[in-house]
Structures are given as structure tokens and as C-alpha cells.
């Protein structure tokens, strides 16, 4: 199989021309308004109950990797992202299988025709993540492309694209995604080497000091699609607002889900 930036979608694929020219030119898509604000604010409610549920009274063991503090929770089949060693949780991944509102919203059309552009297949979950970038404490998710943090739990981390949709309006101030239009198209870039293996996934800053990174303030209801070599990160939250978003992370239907890695392995036949 192609690797997705190789892959030439069918014409007419697209609502217009001028999203397939910029996914394939600068690898992502922006789309304003897709949904109201009282679904949003369903979505909302369905997430923080999902927090709360997750973290009441959670003492969990935390484990420091790369840029992040990770709690993984085997018996529900997720792990919990600390925002460094407080209580404030930063992230959740996956979670559609803990809340059947936010699975079912991972199905509504608004998500799945988009998938199903641009993988040219009929999509189904890889993962889910709720990004939570707290007022005053939401950190940094440093450079970085998806691809190597999928390779060897994704069937085919090639195939794999995310939509994240903002939940709130998302600002310079309170930590919105920051871009490098084009990136996607030079596989994945040199990564960290002063980090320890789980932030050696990292891009390395340093070497491309250069580069150019596009903020993608958005409104709440907003979406941006894009592969798994679009290089990204967001700054901290250093604003009065909270900064929530929903991603969904979509691959051709009949391959692993990344829950699959929470699954005991079979133990090997004795002779």
C-alpha cells in the first residue's frame, strides 16, 4: 500500500477543489462551523463526565516518558495523560469504548465521509484522544508527526489520518495547533536523540530552527483533517479559557484498533 501522501485521490472525491488542493499540497484541511453549538456543548458535557469518571479518586501508577506523565489504566483499557505530576489531566487515549455518546459521534457522517475522502477506503476508528489544555495549565505538546508514535501499534501507521475537532475557540493565547504546511510530504522528519525512547519521538527542534509554523486559530465547531506526517504541536494555555478538543483518528476498515494493545498477550504453547 502507497503511503497516504503518495496516494492520488479520485476526482470529484472532495466537497470543492480547493480542499483537495490544499490537503495535498500543504497536508491538511480546515473546516469552519461543521457543527452547532448545542451539539458541541453535548460533547462537552459527554467529556467532562468522562473525566470525571476516569480521575475520581485515581491513584493510578505514573509513568514520566518523553514530554508527557502517562497513567495507564489496563482494567478500562486506556491511558490517562497528567499534566506533569499535578492533578489536572492533560489528555485521555482512547475513550470511545468508555462513552457511547462520543463513540457515536466519532460515526456521524460530518467525520466519516471526510475520512472516507481521504483514504479512499471505508474508515473505521484507529484511536481517540481528548486533548484538555486547562486555563493557566495546559502544557506544551512539543513538535512532533504521529506517524512514529503509531508505527508498530498501527496495522499500517501509513493509513492512519486524524480529524480534531475544537471544542472551545481555539487561540494563540490558550495553545492552539500550530502547522508546517508542506511537511507531510518529506516522510518523517529527524527526531531527538536526547530524550528517552518514548521522546525520542520528538522532533528535533534544533534541526529545523527554520521552519515554518502556521497557527490554525479556529472556532468552536471547527474541524482540521490531516496524515500522519503533518508535523504539529501546540503551545501552553496561558489564557482565562479552556482549550478542549476531540480527535478521532481513522484507518481502512479491517485493521487493529490501538485498544488491542491493552489485551494480554496469549502465553506461549509449552512443548
Not at 189 to 202: H, M, S, Y
Request: aromatic letters at 8%; one cysteine or more; glycine letters at 6%.
Amino acid at each position: 500500500m502507497a503511503p497516504l501522501q503518495e496516494i492520488v485521490f479520485p476526482k470529484g472525491a472532495w466537497v470543492d477543489d480547493r480542499e483537495r488542493r490544499q490537503y495535498d499540497e500543504d497536508g491538511y484541511v480546515v473546516r469552519e462551523g461543521v457543527f452547532t453549538s448545542a451539539e458541541i456543548a453535548d460533547m462537552v458535557e459527554a467529556c467532562e463526565a468522562l473525566v470525571a469518571d476516569l480521575v475520581r479518586d485515581r491513584q493510578g501508577r505514573r509513568i514520566h516518558a518523553g514530554s508527557y506523565v502517562f497513567d495507564p489504566d489496563v482494567t478500562r483499557q486506556t491511558m490517562i495523560k497528567w499534566e506533569g505530576d499535578s492533578d489536572i489531566v492533560h489528555g485521555i487515549e482512547p475513550f470511545a469504548h468508555l462513552s457511547p455518546a462520543l463513540d457515536d459521534w466519532a460515526h456521524d457522517p460530518r467525520f466519516l465521509d471526510l475520512a472516507r475522502d481521504i483514504l479512499d477506503a471505508e474508515p473505521m476508528l484507529f484511536t481517540e484522544k481528548l486533548n484538555l489544555k486547562r486555563p493557566h495549565h495546559g502544557g506544551v505538546n512539543p513538535m512532533h508527526q504521529d506517524h512514529p508514535y503509531w508505527v508498530g501499534t498501527a496495522d499500517d501507521a501509513d493509513r492512519v489520518m486524524t480529524i480534531m475537532l475544537m471544542l472551545d475557540d481555539a487561540t494563540l493565547a490558550n495553545g492552539c495547533l500550530h502547522v508546517v504546511p508542506g511537511s507531510h510530504r518529506s516522510g518523517e522528519w529527524q527526531k531527538r536523540t536526547d530524550a528517552d525512547v518514548f521522546g525520542q519521538n520528538e522532533i528535533d527542534f534544533n534541526a529545523y530552527a527554520e521552519a515554518e509554523l502556521v497557527p490554525l486559530e479556529m472556532k468552536a465547531g471547527s474541524l482540521v483533517a490531516f496524515g500522519p506526517f503533518l508535523v504539529h504541536q501546540s503551545a501552553p494555555n496561558t489564557s482565562d479559557t479552556e482549550r478542549r478538543a476531540l480527535l478521532y483518528s481513522y484507518q481502512p476498515v479491517g485493521m487493529s484498533h490501538i485498544r488491542d494493545m491493552f489485551k494480554p498477550k496469549p502465553k506461549p504453547q509449552q512443548a
